[in-house]
């Protein structure tokens, strides 16, 4: 890409175009599971979330990222996600012995702001998933309480996220990292999609 082009493109935007593809794959993938067919299916589901949002929660505690995220630990959704499991009677998986597959906690800067997107970027289609969990008799206070608007509302919330990945600068060499982050990100939730909804 032309340099004087890509500075004029934000980078939460160069990020989004690198990444569609594989995002959209695993958008597809999640719906052609049919994860809001029935309680059973929604379960397995909220598996996937669990172990997505455990495999970031490190970030949520990193007094790096709590210099340039406002409120960065009260963003993290894995305590909703184990209340979620619970309203429904669910145990959440053993991954106690899992592999770290994610290296979260051998991250670098760039790599983390690359999962955040991923994962606070996951806060809007949040707004589309609570509308069918909600005709299962779901809520933001029953079982779906990992889905909740956040209290700003979902879209000043997404472009504060977007405001704040855009204010740190980054060599081209870090974009590249953050982009493959974001990519192992989309990726790792797909693998928890064919283990948990496959």
């Known amino acids: 890409m032309n340099t004087t082009l890509q500075t004029q493109i934000l980078f939460s935007d160069r990020l989004r175009a690198a990444t569609q593809s594989t ?15 029935n ?5 397995q589901f909220l598996r996937v979330q669990h172990g997505i949002h455990r495999d970031v929660e ?15 630990q ?5 305590g909703a996600v184990e209340q979620d499991l619970a309203d429904l009677g669910i145990h959440p998986p053993d991954e106690t012995n899992a592999p770290a597959t994610t290296m979260l ?41 990992h889905m909740a608007e956040p209290p700003e509302g979902r879209a000043p919330y997404w472009r504060s996220v977007k405001q704040t990945l855009n204010s740190v600068a980054l060599t081209q060499a870090d974009e590249a990292r953050a982009v493959a982050a974001a990519e192992t990100a989309f990726n790792r939730v797909r693998q928890l999609v064919q283990r948990h909804l496959g």
């Open 39 to 43: 309680l059973t299916t929604y379960g």
């Open 23 to 37: 995002h959209e794959t695993l958008d597809q993938s999640i719906m052609a599971a049919k994860p809001f067919e």
């Open 105 to 145: 906690a051998q991250r670098d800067m760039a790599q983390a702001l690359g999962w955040l997107y991923v994962i606070e970027g996951s806060n809007i289609g949040a707004a589309f998933l609570l509308k069918y969990a909600k005709k299962m008799g779901l809520s933001e206070t029953y079982g779906a309480r």
């Open 74 to 78: 009260g963003r993290a959704r894995l």
């Open 58 to 72: 490190p970030l949520y505690r990193s007094a790096d990222l709590a210099k340039i995220f406002d409120n960065l």
